[in-house]
């Protein structure tokens, strides 16, 4: 959070971060640390943007829930075996 706000401060991300508690989780939002799009480690979820603008919309843009098949980030925890990431076009 204190890196987020430095960062923003200094005028290296638009926008400010910020904490909620949603989805059964603390969220930290618009932190740098977010990775490529967020990380969850244990209860708590660090994403570097604003999740409600997140790959999960892509999966409601096709008809599928959040965690459809074409949110990026649901793609290697849905693979047989789970993996952390798929690459891009392997299924």
């Known amino acids: 959070m204190a890196v987020g706000e ?3 401060l200094l005028g290296r991300q638009t926008q400010a971060p910020g904490v909620r508690w949603r989805d059964n989780a603390v ?3 618009d932190n740098p640390f977010g990775g490529a799009g967020a990380i969850t480690i244990g209860n708590t979820t660090t ?3 604003d999740p409600d ?3 999960g ?3 409601w843009a096709h008809g599928e829930d959040w965690w459809g098949e074409h ?3 649901e793609q290697g925890p849905k693979a047989n075996p789970p ?3 798929l690459q891009p076009g392997k299924k």
């Open 71 to 73: 949110n990026w980030n």
């Open 57 to 59: 919309r892509k999966a």
């Open 53 to 55: 603008t997140a790959a």
């Open 83 to 85: 993996t952390p990431w």
């Open 47 to 49: 994403y570097n943007d």
């Open 6 to 8: 430095v960062s923003h």
């Open 27 to 29: 969220q930290f939002t």
